[in-house]
């Protein structure tokens, strides 16, 4: 499954990622990189969850990238 991430670095320099189709999954590090680790893993204990609750699990996403010349 896909989902979107957003990552800001917050006022102390720490990487705060979150899944806006997965409300209240959010999780933080050091480095971009270990943020997107650690929401990786929040997002799946996140899935496990809904799946133990019978909750409906959001569907996936498809999306593409395009280029702008400005």
Known sequence: MRYRILIEQDE????????PSLPGC??????RKEALENI???AH???ESLKKH???V?????????EVAV
């Open 58 to 66: 959001p569907p996936s996403i498809e999306e593409e990238i395009i």
């Open 26 to 31: 959010i999780s933080q590090g050091r480095t």
């Open 45 to 47: 204990g996140y899935m």
């Open 40 to 42: 990786q893993d929040a």
């Open 54 to 56: 019978n909750e409906p």
């Open 12 to 19: 102390d320099g720490v990487f705060v990622a979150e899944c």
